[in-house]
């Protein structure tokens, strides 16, 4: 919180500052603002009362500096007061609470103003900066009436369901009315992370219909679990290292703000805060499934009588085939080695007991346990913890693929003490198709679990160049660096990961439990099978109905013929993805979905449904 108590405060610790901001870092933020102030005028935020622009710019960092001076330093309007700045600089050396929210009634009633959201300090070999978001915030005062988010405060504890009904009570409307998506968003703290993301419009998605719907609209996006979005900064950092590149060329490994030669190390910090690790135990590197045949390459040894790996029967087909060939290329047969675990007869999704006694039964000659976090088609959240405290109580390395959790589920891969882990970053993590994948090693491991393969991207930096063929390995994953990384694909990833930076999976993931649970509520409401109209369209959700036990997808199983109820959904500029054999996948993604999108979602689902319902044939 910002505030006048707040800024006394800081104000005490000045003394003992160690950064400090320049003149030129306030009239560059200055002009950042105004730049991003006009070009957000034209775009109206439709559910949100109050608006945020945010920027990031670099602050050079230096240490027991006195900054007594920074408040002397020429002050752009309505950019950053004196106690904004010892706010900051206090936030800068309490870096575990490096957020904090503008709020207070005080700075309510300033009306424009802004503040420090978020700092990050990249702390690579040879970087020492801190980088920071401000965020301009427009608001009218709550005495006029801006929605107070702590108001949703009142809500905490509730279910999702008697959410919807008390804000529906609150409102004098249906707990259905499209009024409770317009409160919902309006109170979302973090409705306003859509604005760092392009939102497709309908009448640029191909197969959409513009007889049946208005093209201009945004497009209704439920597939970030297969793509996510472009963060709109991609574009500009990418722009920047292709100058770089033109301009200078060979030198660019080395200088500008994003050097080539250890860019990805810059932005391993924030993707250890999404998957819940230490900047240490990532690293940010090739495709997920090399990543994951590079770790089992150093997890999975198998002996006589350890040599199995147990997976799920539906494992993602690469991780199956991943697993399959680890499992050749010991010489050993998968018939024997690969342990393959289904839900129970009648059932679609893994009951945890039933892994954690496949685990106890035959944990002896299991080597290595291998799930996913959320399973791809069914959204099954597995029990991480359980798993892995399972699969460690009877010697098993436990690894498992986040490519669905990762920026999805609020993750501790370093808490749980998880042996290894593999993900993907072009889904929740929108950093683009084929984006840069993400690996961890846990510490513990980090001097006794060495890469099977090398590569001199996996050598210590200090030595890496003086080129004398001795390998100087890094410890942990570090080491498990082949080549050098591809620029190109380190922007895009930090302009989400700048997004994510903005906010936290905790807040993420409760926004998540909220929204998934909307698009639950009234798909339940409206698409139960309802045995007085045999001939209405249902809709059936195989994804578990315990919040724990999934992230934000739902996948949704049809009466009526799975595939032309999601062409008729394309039509109307819908954007989900149907898995073989019977699932349409909806995914509600916290950081760019909103409640209006799943109202809309779920009157266009009753408009597909109906379309479809004349040619229906059951899908299941
Ligand atoms: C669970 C899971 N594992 C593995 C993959 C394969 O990822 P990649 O093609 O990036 O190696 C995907 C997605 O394609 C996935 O969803
Ligand atoms: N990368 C892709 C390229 C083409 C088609 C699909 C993908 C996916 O990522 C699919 C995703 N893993 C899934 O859960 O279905």
């Known amino acids: 919180m910002l505030s006048d108590r707040n800024a006394a405060s800081g104000a005490e610790s000045a003394d003992s500052s160690d950064f400090k901001l320049t003149p030129e870092d306030l009239l560059r933020a200055a002009a950042v ?21 945010t920027s990031s710019f670099t602050v050079r960092t230096t240490s027991r500096e006195h900054t007594r001076g920074m408040s002397a330093a020429p002050m752009p309007p309505n950019i950053l007061r004196p106690s904004c700045l010892c706010s900051l600089k206090k936030r800068f050396m309490d870096l575990k609470s490096a957020i904090f929210t503008p709020e207070s009634e005080t700075t309510r009633r300033m009306g424009t103003w802004a503040a420090v959201r978020r700092m990050v300090v990249f702390r690579s070999k040879s970087i020492s900066r801190a980088e920071i978001s401000l965020s301009v915030w427009r608001g009218r005062s709550s005495v006029e009436g801006t929605p107070d988010p702590a108001v949703m405060e009142q809500f905490e504890g509730l279910t999702p369901a008697e959410t919807f009904q008390r804000v529906s009570a609150s409102l004098g409307c249906d707990p259905t009315s499209v009024k409770v998506a317009t409160y919902l968003d309006e109170h979302d703290k973090l409705s306003h992370l859509r604005e760092d993301f392009h939102l497709p419009k309908i009448a640029d998605l191909p197969p959409s219909d513009l007889s049946l719907v208005d093209g201009s609209q945004e497009c209704l996006y439920f597939v970030g679990n297969s793509l996510g979005l472009q963060p709109k900064m991609a574009r500009k950092y990418l722009e920047e290292e292709l100058e770089k590149w033109a301009k200078t060329a060979i030198h660019g490994h080395t200088q500008g703000s994003r050097p080539w030669a250890w860019a990805e190390n810059n932005i391993e910090k924030l993707m250890a805060d999404v998957v819940g690790a230490k900047e240490e135990e990532v690293a940010l590197m090739n495709g997920l499934t090399v990543n994951l045949h590079l770790l089992l390459l150093a997890f999975y040894k198998p002996t006589a009588t350890r040599h199995k790996i147990l997976l799920e029967d539906k494992a993602f087909p690469s991780d199956h085939y ?22 129970r007869a009648g ?7 039933d892994i954690l006694d496949v685990i106890q039964k035959e944990g002896d000659s299991i080597a290595v346990v291998m799930f996913s976090g959320v399973q791809y088609y069914t959204g099954q959240l597995f ?6 405290e399972a699969g460690h109580k009877k010697g098993c390395f436990v690894g498992f693929d986040c490519a669905h959790a990762a920026g999805n589920a609020e993750l501790k891969l370093h808490d749980l003490g998880v042996d290894f882990a593999c993900w993907c970053s072009y889904k929740y993590i929108n950093s683009g198709a084929g984006g840069l994948a993400g690996a961890f090693v846990h510490e513990r491991h980090k001097d006794t679990v060495k890469p099977a393969l090398m590569g001199w991207w996996g050598h210590d930096l200090k030595t890496r160049f003086k080129m004398n063929n001795v390998m100087d390995l890094l410890p942990g994953v570090n080491g498990f660096r082949l080549s050098n990384q591809p620029i190109l694909l ?34 339940c409401h409206y698409y139960s099978k309802d045995p007085a109209r045999p001939q209405k369209p249902y809709v059936r959700i195989i994804t578990p109905r315990d919040p ?10 049809f009466s009526v013929h799975i595939r032309k109820v999601f062409e008729e959904l394309e039509r109307r500029g819908v954007a989900a993805d149907m898995r073989e054999p019977s699932v349409l996948r909806v995914a509600p993604a916290p950081i760019y979905n909103s409640f209006t999108d799943v109202h809309r979602f779920v009157e266009t689902l009753g408009d597909a449904l109906k379309a ?8 299941k």
Request: aromatic letters at 2%; proline letters at 4%.
């Open 490 to 523: 380190v922007c895009p990833l930090q302009a989400s990961l700048e997004v994510f930076s903005k906010t936290t999976m905790k807040a993420l993931r409760q926004k998540s439990l909220l929204l998934t649970g909307y698009l639950e509520f009234l798909i």
């Open 322 to 343: 991943a697993v399959e060939s680890q499992i050749r290329l010991k010489g050993l047969d998968p018939q024997e080695s690969m342990l393959l675990l289904s839900p």
């Open 612 to 619: 479809s319902s004349s040619s229906s044939s059951s899908s």
């Open 383 to 388: 029990n991480m913890a359980a798993i892995t």
């Open 347 to 353: 059932e679609e999704t893994l009951r945890t007991e």
């Open 33 to 53: 603002e105004k730049r991003q102030e006009e070009e957000g005028g034209s775009q109206s935020c439709p559910l949100s009362a109050s608006r945020c622009h």
């Open 548 to 557: 724990e036990q999934r992230g934000c997808q739902l996948s949704l199983c």
